[in-house]
């Protein structure tokens, strides 16, 4: 569990500060695709889910 926190701060970090210098590129997509497998296997997993559920119900619930 440790490991794969320690992956999610710095694969979080150096997906920030890509996106902040230099735009994204296909590199900075990969290292931002290994943060999504290190946080789908973390234990807050579940409540991004609920989290991202939450708020696609919200937003199919608007009328324009």
Same mark, same amino acid.
């Given at each position: 569990?440790?490991?794969?926190?320690? *992956?999610? $701060?710095?694969?979080?970090?150096? #997906?920030? /500060?890509?996106? %902040? %210098?230099?735009? /994204?590129? $296909?590199?900075? #997509?990969? $290292?931002? @695709?290994?943060?999504?497998?290190?946080? #789908?296997?973390? +234990?807050?997993?579940?409540?991004?889910? @609920?989290? *991202? @559920? +939450?708020?696609?119900?919200?937003?199919?619930?608007?009328?324009?």
């Amino acid at each position: 569990m440790i490991l794969s926190i320690s *992956g999610i $701060v710095l694969f979080g970090t150096i #997906a920030f /500060l890509f996106f %902040r %210098r230099d735009g /994204l590129k $296909v590199s900075h #997509a990969i $290292v931002c @695709a290994l943060l999504g497998f290190y946080i #789908a296997g973390s +234990s807050i997993a579940p409540s991004i889910q @609920a989290g *991202g @559920a +939450s708020l696609a119900s919200l937003i199919g619930g608007l009328k324009f």
